[in-house]
């Protein structure tokens, strides 16, 4: 991308919802309608590359990793102005660090949560590094972690991933998951994901 070679430009996609685009200093009338009807986007790389600007109404966005709570949460405002969200599908693909770094440009601030795994934990990692103060570790600590345990084991080979987290917040949850060995859902934070989102969103909804 940096050096002018798109490839895979189609299903190179990102899925968003209550976000605004520009181009040529105009409101793009696809992302305008989409917030009008409350509806979700999929917007692959050869779209984003055309855009000048996007932006968030609310100054924030919201980031889940998982597609079922992406869609819970939507559906939780069903007839309401939808909310700034991304769902990143786990490891998140160029288009969605590049409609993240337009955001990060109009000073936006992201939210992001995701699932407790060691898979998890480096994506949560490596955003943090990328964007600095702007990304906000959006239930990720300790307490959320516990809240969110399943039955599932943790291999020791996929634990040991653990040992190269750099952000100090979410090296205390890889200290902690390296003691219990369990992964957690992000499923389980649902309740308290919305709370969030009404809380932050209702001034402007």
């Not at 100054?59 to 069903?78: K, Q």
Request: charged residues 25%; contains cysteine; glycine residues 6%.
């Amino acid at each position: 991308y940096k050096s002018g070679i798109l490839i895979d430009e189609i299903s190179n996609y990102i899925t968003l919802a209550g976000l605004f685009a520009y181009k040529g200093g105009r409101v793009h009338p696809v992302w305008q309608a989409a917030v009008d009807e409350g509806e979700v986007l999929q917007i692959p790389l050869a779209s984003l590359v055309k855009i000048d600007r996007i932006t968030s109404p609310t100054g924030r966005v919201f980031v889940v990793e998982n597609p079922a709570v992406f869609s819970s949460i939507l559906d939780e405002f069903d007839g309401e102005a939808v909310p700034p969200l991304i769902c990143s599908y786990g490891q998140i693909k160029l288009a969605g660090l590049l409609l993240l770094d337009r955001l990060a440009e109009e000073g936006t601030d992201i939210y992001y949560s995701g699932d407790f795994d060691p898979e998890g934990l480096l994506i949560a990692d490596k955003l943090v590094q990328r964007y600095s103060n702007r990304l906000k570790l959006w239930h990720y600590g300790i307490k959320d972690y516990r809240k969110t345990l399943s039955e599932h084991t943790l291999s020791s080979k996929r634990l040991s991933m653990l040992r190269t987290v750099k952000t100090s917040a979410l090296q205390d949850v890889a200290k902690e998951m390296l003691l219990l060995k369990k992964s957690g859902y992000q499923e389980l934070l649902l309740d308290e994901l919305v709370k969030d989102i009404y809380m932050t969103y209702l001034s402007y909804i």
